[in-house]
């Protein structure tokens, strides 16, 4: 019974390392049937899933074993589709792709000649009434103009008589009143000293739920750096320590925090 357990054991590998190294590094050209670049292609092993496209000189690579099926896809081209056999993996392959065939649309003609020269140009003129007309009009757009255009306004003799005239609308006081007091009331925008400062910082922990940092395996120390740049690059402090309002803090501090990944490695969890 052990010996068969060990058996088995031994045999289970030995079958997996047998299928990875089944798969082999395929190199290739594709180009039309007039060799022609008809670069990218795009090359799918349909067996295993994986794709790569076809470099500026039609050369490819891509991972395939034998009897897998590998399909070459180009816009405007026939689909070609090649199984693997043994004996391909032992040169490069050439693929070559067929253009498809644009079909011209089908053109009536609804006229019959009859064999009559006369007679059949007279449907194929115009009438000399019709060729006049079009002349004239053809002149008339050309000449210079030489009338005045007319004021498109209505005359004030019939627009009555305007009693908002030299009046000011309640609407445009109320406006007016609103934008003075708002003008009074904001708070006016100015730097903050270092108190302030990190103040500010102590409120964004206390407030914003900052796992979104944590996620990425921040600890404390880190998340303070990242304040500082974040009130360096975004003027946090500045902006919200006399107005903070937690959903626009939260959202500035994700918009820098963007930014701060692509300069500092950071594990995401």
Not at 26 to 53: A, W
Not at 128 to 143: A, F, Q
Not at 216 to 242: C, P, S, V, W
Request: no cysteine; charged share 30%; glycine share 6%.
């Amino acid at each position: 019974m052990r010996t068969f357990i060990k058996q088995g054991l031994y045999a289970v590998p030995f079958f997996a390392s047998a299928e990875i190294f089944s798969q082999q590094q395929i190199i290739g050209t594709v180009t039309d049937n007039s060799k022609r670049n008809i670069n990218p292609v795009l090359i799918i092993n349909v067996s295993n899933r994986k794709s790569t496209l076809s470099d500026a000189s039609g050369n490819f690579t891509i991972e395939a074993s034998e009897n897998d099926e590998l399909r070459f896809v180009k816009e405007g081209y026939y689909r070609f589709d090649k199984k693997m056999r043994k004996e391909d993996f032992a040169s490069p392959l050439i693929i070559g792709l067929d253009k498809n065939e644009i079909e011209i649309p089908e053109v009536r003609i609804t006229f019959g000649p009859t064999g009559n020269l006369e007679r059949d140009s007279k449907k194929l003129n115009e009438s000399g009434k019709v060729v006049s007309l079009k002349s004239d009009l053809d002149e008339y757009m050309k000449s210079p103009l030489n009338e005045a255009l007319p004021n498109n306004t209505v005359s004030k003799t019939f627009t009555g008589h305007d009693y908002g005239a030299g009046q000011v609308s309640i609407l445009d006081v109320l406006d007016a009143a609103v934008g003075l007091f708002k003008k009074a009331t904001e708070l006016k925008i100015t730097k903050a000293d270092y108190t302030e400062t990190q103040n500010f910082f102590k409120r964004v922990k206390e407030e914003i739920n900052l796992q979104f940092l944590r996620k990425y395996g921040m600890d404390e120390e880190q998340i303070d750096h990242f304040l500082i740049y974040a009130n360096d690059t975004r003027m946090m402090a500045k902006k919200f320590r006399k107005n903070f309002k937690v959903g626009i803090v939260e959202f500035e501090l994700k918009v820098a925090f963007a930014q701060y990944r692509k300069t500092h490695k950071l594990d995401n969890i």
